[in-house]
């Protein structure tokens, strides 16, 4: 006679409740939304709303409903602005992007001079955007300059006094400031490419320059992505470069949006005009970010995903 074995009784075991650890997610990420909360959408609601009075930076502000906007929309100097800003944007995109994924590339590897040349590259990016603007506009002063120190007459030229020449400046100076900056992000970015794809490509007979068109531009599609919001972003906010290099001259060669607003609040005693260039900035700026995000692809893609 056979007897039936008891069923076994399987107990859970004690998991760990989701509950808890999102709870602490969420208590530490409080300070850094709280932070945000009151000096970056409290200030923009500030701006917003100062945008629809009348306000010299003193006296009463008076709601004034469109008169700002209208009369901002309506300067003949806004369209120009806007035009220089996305001139700046764009030339500094096409001169930095390039050599900072030659620079990124280059010093990637492991090599003890290359580590130094890192550091080296990465000085001009600790200065102040004044004090540089400063230095090259004495350097490049056609009486007392470079050219006449050296006694070069092809630097003896009225750089900053030429539109064409000041706008040639300003991307050469900013480029030499801020390559460094994204020199670091292709940097680490090359480092996470895995190297069996490099010796694959070695087996079947690629060179360095079929690797480097082959394999490394590829996978370093969402960091050129990353890269250019970041450039993109900030050519929207130089302010301090073009103020001290050429104060928005020689005429208004070099005048940005964001000078545009300087002069318009802080010379010109017109706050409610200047809110709203303001506001016009952050609009670009987010419809900007977007767009290099949606041509990007999905943002959960990884930068290994064809590794």
Known sequence: MTTIAPPVVRTKEPTRSSGGRSGSVLWMALPAFVWFVL???VPL???VALSF???NGIGEIVPSGLTSWKATLQDPGLPHAL???FLIMALSWAVQTPMSILLGVFLA???RYREFLAVLYFIPLLLSSAAIAITYKALLDPSFGLGSGLGVEWLNQDWLGNGTLAMGVLIFIVSWQFIPFHTLIYQGAVRQIPTSMYEASQIDGAGRVRQFFSITL???KYTIITSSTLMVVGSLTFFDLIYVLTAGGPGD???ALALLMYQQGFQANLMGPAS???VILVLVGLGLSLLLRRLGGRGNESQLEGA
């Open 39 to 41: 000096f970056g959408i």
């Open 109 to 111: 590897t492991s090599k």
């Open 53 to 55: 009075t009348t306000w």
């Open 253 to 255: 060669a070099t005048r």
């Open 218 to 220: 590829p996978q370093l």
């Open 83 to 85: 035009w220089v800003t």
């Open 276 to 278: 709203a260039i303001a």
């Open 45 to 47: 609601l500030g701006v």
